[in-house]
């Protein structure tokens, strides 16, 4: 038996973000005596030493924002020049990608691999058209085109979707299959009284996930139903600014922020719904996650349609219609309908993570030749 292929994936950092996470069950659950993981990162991540654990290194050049355009690009040179024994090179950072993958390709790097995990860009309108410029060397550099979803290939490679794999957001179905013992148990250890009505939300404090809208929207049902509360799961940048507008809103103790969690399959047990309101997503674990925890799930028309496993829990609502968002949650609120155990459905609709971890691992070996 050979060594491993080894597959260098670069990200901004492994922390506990949507793609992270993806990243992170595949490689748990991959073969690794066929195909060991490598990744190339700016930042320390919570996941760095279970990744050097399971034999993977943990490779960093500084980030473009520390050091600026040209010397992010030299770091990615020297990166590539010195590491260009790789075959594989799978890269995770949207439109940044085109710049990481043009510095591979130089260094001779024979695979390429593009993966949309989103459908926008963050930032102000010169990070826009910054990342807009780099999005331009995807396709010029890409081998291989991946993405979560069908809007978020349209999205990164318009109008080469048609060529692209969708690669499912795996999860561990089981794992988050519904539990009346833990649903108590985490209940408990939060401090939730058992008749309280509770709105969860997964996902980091930025822009895109549209804090402001979900806290503005519980302050009016918090009016209509004292005995709601809000549990937001996560940090990032905007933490603060949400914090600061709970506290104008006198909501205290109605809203509490739980910070980043490594047991969201047991913390999904205590919630009511799963509120979702992002401006734009490619194709949310979250909602995976959620939806194979049997939770009724009131999300944004922002995200794509493709997230609705058939479970009967997902409600698209516009956001521009607050309304709509107060008279669905009034509806499950007063619906006494027991939690269903829809862990199965999600594994039949090809979201279980040993049949993505078996494609993807199925996936490097042919490309490899």
């Given at each position: 038996?050979?060594?491993?292929?080894?597959?260098?994936?670069?990200?901004?950092?492994?922390?506990?973000?949507?793609?992270?996470?993806?990243?992170?069950?595949?490689?748990?659950?991959?073969?690794?005596?066929?195909?060991?993981?490598?990744?190339?990162?700016?930042?320390?991540?919570?996941?760095d030493s279970e990744i050097i654990q399971?034999?993977?290194?943990?490779?960093?050049?500084?980030?473009?924002?520390?050091v600026g355009h040209f010397k992010y690009i030299k770091e990615l040179n020297n990166f590539f020049s010195l590491n260009n024994d790789y075959k594989i090179v799978h890269s995770h950072m949207d439109k940044m990608t085109g710049?990481?993958?043009?510095?591979?390709?130089?260094?001779?790097?024979?695979?390429?691999?593009?993966?949309?995990?989103?459908?926008?860009?963050?930032?102000?309108?010169?990070?826009?058209?910054y990342k807009?410029?780099?999005?331009?060397f995807i396709l010029p550099?890409?081998?291989?085109?991946?993405?979560?979803?069908?809007?978020?290939?349209?999205?990164?490679?318009?109008?080469?979707?048609?060529?692209?794999?969708?690669l499912k957001n795996g999860i561990e179905c089981s794992q988050f299959a519904f539990s009346e013992t833990v649903r108590k148990e985490v209940r408990e250890e939060l401090g939730i009284e058992e008749n309280a009505f509770?709105?969860?939300?997964?996902?980091?404090?930025?822009?895109?996930?549209?804090?402001?809208?979900?806290?503005d929207l519980f302050a009016k049902f918090n009016n209509i139903n004292r005995k709601s509360l809000l549990l937001l799961v996560g940090d990032g940048s905007l933490r603060s600014d949400i914090e600061k507008q709970?506290?104008?809103?006198?909501?205290?103790?109605?809203?509490?922020?739980?910070?980043?969690?490594?047991?969201i399959n047991r913390i999904l047990q205590a919630f009511d719904v799963f509120v979702f309101p992002s401006l734009h997503e490619g194709l949310p674990v979250s909602l995976i996650e959620a939806q194979a925890s049997g939770l009724p799930c009131a999300i944004s028309t922002n995200i794509s349609k493709e997230v609705d496993l058939g479970s009967n829990l997902v409600e698209f609502l516009?956001?521009?219609?607050?309304?709509?968002?107060?008279?669905?949650?009034?509806?499950?609120?007063?619906?006494?309908?027991?939690?269903?155990?829809?862990?199965?459905?999600?594994?039949?609709?090809?979201?279980?993570?040993?049949?993505?971890?078996?494609n993807i691992e199925d996936f490097y070996l042919s490309i490899s030749g």
């Open positions: 038996m050979g060594s491993p292929l080894r597959i260098l994936h670069v990200v901004v950092n492994m922390n506990r973000g949507g793609a992270e996470t993806l990243i992170m069950n595949l490689y748990r659950s991959i073969d690794r005596t066929k195909v060991q993981f490598d990744f190339l990162t700016c930042k320390e991540g919570v996941f399971m034999g993977g290194k943990v490779h960093r050049i500084p980030y473009i924002t520390d710049f990481v993958l043009h510095e591979a390709k130089k260094a001779g790097i024979p695979i390429r691999i593009s993966h949309s995990h989103n459908t926008s860009s963050e930032g102000g309108t010169a990070s826009r058209i807009w410029v780099a999005g331009n550099n890409a081998t291989n085109l991946i993405a979560c979803s069908t809007i978020a290939a349209e999205w990164l490679f318009k109008g080469h979707s048609p060529k692209t794999k969708i509770v709105l969860g939300h997964v996902g980091r404090f930025n822009h895109q996930k549209n804090h402001t809208f979900l806290v709970v506290e104008e809103l006198t909501l205290d103790n109605q809203v509490r922020f739980v910070g980043i969690r490594n047991d516009s956001l521009t219609e607050q309304d709509l968002w107060i008279q669905k949650l009034i509806q499950i609120a007063s619906s006494k309908s027991s939690r269903k155990i829809v862990s199965d459905i999600v594994a039949e609709q090809g979201y279980d993570i040993r049949e993505t971890a078996c």
